[in-house]
């Protein structure tokens, strides 16, 4: 089969194409004929070897496209249905998304939404169940409760705001770099009342200042860091006591020890509570029994999608999934500011 392979950890200049073993699956499995995949920022720290893993390996954490054939105990599936994949890494896999071809457990699949294109299913998996584990399972945001957002256009922003946005949040207070991200912001959670806090230029002080006026003069009872560093600071500052921060960016220079030991900080001088989300962490460690609590959310996730109140990411069409394609689009995420995602077209 065709695949875009790693050949080395390091730069975009290790990106190959390849014809590469085609799998069958096995008893638990569902193999799909890829129509599209997407790339997300997990897998440039994946390239520059943050992961681990095997080289010559095939990245990519999503896929959408046509089952082609089924192991002996999957009976939800057939060949010729129209599905969506989040692709954990098992070992020292990579996800296996660029690819043609891919064979994964039958928990990780589900039909892709009706009214959404290939594109538009593989751009949902792994940023919507990241968005639903900060959101829903970790910071159980209640109606009427006010939250701060950092990092709302990027692909788990998108679908964290929806989410808020369906539960009733309110004040939804939102970081954006540009006017053009405030407005998909905007336009993104309407009708839904969202205030924009541009940051060019602000210091953390100003920032963390302008954010508690914008909340009426209150801290937030929850806080959601969708981009790490400064932001994660920000975060803290702007939490309330007893209130929860949910984070979904790993970095040195931010251990948990720091956050909650410290008599100084945020954790320890609000009896605040931090979350992290780490989506292939029951994967790794757990195994097989936390396998269906991926199952439920992504048809929950699929379910909202078909009813209109979550939308897709906006797309950024990279062309046909090829080396130099990939490359392109993990140089524009290591980059930042991408709005949504970005998705590449899978040929026959």
Sequence with gaps: ??????????????????????????????????????????????????????????????????VESVGANVLEFSPGDEVMAYLPRFGDSGGDGYAQFVCIH??????????????QASALPLVSLTAHEAVIMKARVAPGEAVFVAGGSGGVGTMGLQMLARIGASPIVVTAGSDESAKYIEDLIA??????????????????????????????????????REMKKLCCEVVDYWGRISSIAPEPGAPIDEF?????????????????????????????????????????????????????????????MNAENIAQAHTLLEEGHVRGKLVLRVGE
């Design 1 to 66: 089969m065709r695949a875009v392979v790693l050949t080395e950890f390091g730069g975009v200049e290790n990106f190959e194409d390849a014809d590469w073993p085609e799998k069958e699956p096995d008893a638990d499995q569902v193999k799909i004929r890829a129509k599209a995949v997407s790339v997300n920022p997990t897998d440039f720290k994946a390239r520059r070897g943050g992961n681990q893993g095997a080289v010559p390996i095939i990245l990519g954490r999503d896929t959408a496209g046509v």
């Design 106 to 119: 039958q928990a990780f699949v589900v039909k892709k939404p009706i009214n959404a294109t290939f594109e």
């Design 191 to 228: 009708p839904a009342p969202v205030a924009v806090l541009k940051y060019p230029g602000l210091s953390l002080d100003a920032l963390s200042r302008r954010a508690v006026e914008m909340n009426g003069g209150r801290l937030y009872p929850a806080t959601f860091d969708f981009v790490g």
């Design 260 to 320: 909650f030991s410290s008599q100084e900080g945020p954790l320890f001088t609000k009896s605040a509570s931090f979350h992290g989300t780490f989506l292939r962490a029951p994967v790794r460690g757990g195994g097989p029994a936390y396998y269906g609590v991926y199952k439920k959310a992504l048809e929950e996730i699929r379910d909202w999608v078909e009813t209109g109140e979550l939308k897709p990411p906006e797309l950024t069409d990279m062309g046909v």
